[in-house]
């Protein structure tokens, strides 16, 4: 699988841009604030339907704007699809696969496999529980359309509940209604605390040969789901934890709780890793998310790179070089460093200005 190209209209800075792509590497590069990254993001966006870094569709609208379009083209050997992506300012964005307008974003979720590597990737480890959330959840979600569908309905359900809470605060009566949503709740949650389950122990074993190779042997790294309630235990810790519940008009328990936990040589990453073994340890999960979509779907995912090459070691560089060889990647950059030159002979190079993009020739 690989984008054939990706035209953009009022996307944030990028007025009309259109960029046929490269099948292997294609390196952007340019000063701070030129657009790379939202070259970037048009490209996340075709295969979520959503932005990495806003949750507010209107703010990619160029300024004074009142929509933005973005299309691109997929080529999957022998067929072709097409996205297309309608933000507007005033209503809910449009989004169609070869014309079809779709429902439900998660009809979007396969057509283009994508993994994205960004600076604020290489602290997942140290961040908070909700990026690590957002990680499985991205992933899982681009391996499988019902994942995506029960994600869907748990967060709809859980924002019932909640809702539900706060008004029993004022009115007791109502009490008795929360356990309608308690059985919906529990039935999705558990389908997800399942599937997060077997994610995490697929992932732990690809991450595992990855990080080993990263760092000459010497380091053992494992990945462990930290559910914050078990499958089989959800039901009863609702039940229990119903009036704590209703006082903070929120849901204590349940997936949107779930946390992973990184260790190196069975010591805990996030707490006592170097700030080295920490950002290490997000390559190898990087890596490793692009042999999972490899092995699962049976073609390898488009990879983005933005600005990340310039936040690692020499070592790290060589090896995400080899790594990324043999699939598409974009690439962003303020400047074509030492690393990226052995790269640029089978790259196709551009440099991005004030919202333009130009062929290096
Ligand atoms: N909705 C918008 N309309 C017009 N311009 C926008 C909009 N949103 C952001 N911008 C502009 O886009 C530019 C930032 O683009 P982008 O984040 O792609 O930069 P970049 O080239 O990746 O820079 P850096 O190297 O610093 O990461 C900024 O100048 C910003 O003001
Ligand atoms: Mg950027």
């Not at 309905?153 to 209604?177: E, G």
């Not at 040969?209 to 000459?216: D, F, S, Y």
Request: contains cysteine.
């Amino acid at each position: 699988m690989y984008i054939e190209n990706i035209s953009v209209k009022n996307f944030r800075n990028l007025d009309t841009m259109s960029i046929k792509f490269n099948k292997s590497v294609n390196i952007f590069f340019g000063k701070n604030a030129q657009g790379k990254t939202n070259i970037i993001e048009a490209v996340y966006m075709c295969a979520t339907g959503r932005s990495h870094r806003t949750h507010s569709d209107k703010d990619m609208i160029m300024f004074g704007m009142d929509s933005a379009m973005v299309q691109t083209f997929i080529n999957k050997n022998d067929y072709k699809d097409r996205v297309n992506i309608h933000l507007k300012k005033n209503s809910k964005k449009g989004v169609a696969v070869n014309s079809l307008p779709i429902k439900s974003l998660s009809e979007l979720f396969g057509v283009l496999h994508i993994v994205i590597f960004s600076p604020e990737d290489l602290e997942l480890v140290k961040k908070g529980p909700s990026e690590r959330r957002r990680f499985i959840d991205m992933e899982l979600c681009q391996l499988s359309k019902i994942y995506c569908y029960n994600l869907q309905q748990y967060w709809k359900i859980l924002k019932q509940r909640n809702n539900l809470l706060k008004q029993v605060q004022k009115n007791n009566s109502l009490k008795d209604t929360i356990f309608v949503w308690d059985n919906q709740l529990v039935d999705f949650g558990r389908k997800l605390i399942k599937e997060r389950e077997k994610f995490t122990v697929r992932i732990d074993e690809l991450t595992k040969n990855i990080h080993l190779k990263l760092t000459g042997n010497a380091e053992k790294m494992k990945i462990e789901y930290k559910p914050s309630v078990s499958a089989d235990e959800f039901e009863e810790k609702l039940n229990k934890n119903i009036d704590r519940d209703i006082y903070f008009g929120s849901t204590s328990y349940g997936p949107h709780k779930d946390d992973l936990a990184f260790f190196i040589n069975d010591t805990n990453v996030r707490e006592f890793g170097s700030q080295g073994q920490q950002r290490c340890t997000a390559v190898s999960l990087k890596l490793a998310e692009i042999k999972l979509i490899e092995e699962e779907k049976g073609s390898e995912p488009v990879l983005l790179l933005d600005d990340v090459f310039s936040e690692l070691d020499k070592n790290r560089q060589k090896y995400l070089i080899e790594c990324i060889s043999d699939i598409q990647t974009i690439i962003t950059c303020t400047g074509i460093e030492d690393s990226l030159k052995e790269l640029s002979q089978k790259a196709a190079i551009y440099k991005v200005e004030n919202g333009k993009v130009y062929p290096n020739l």
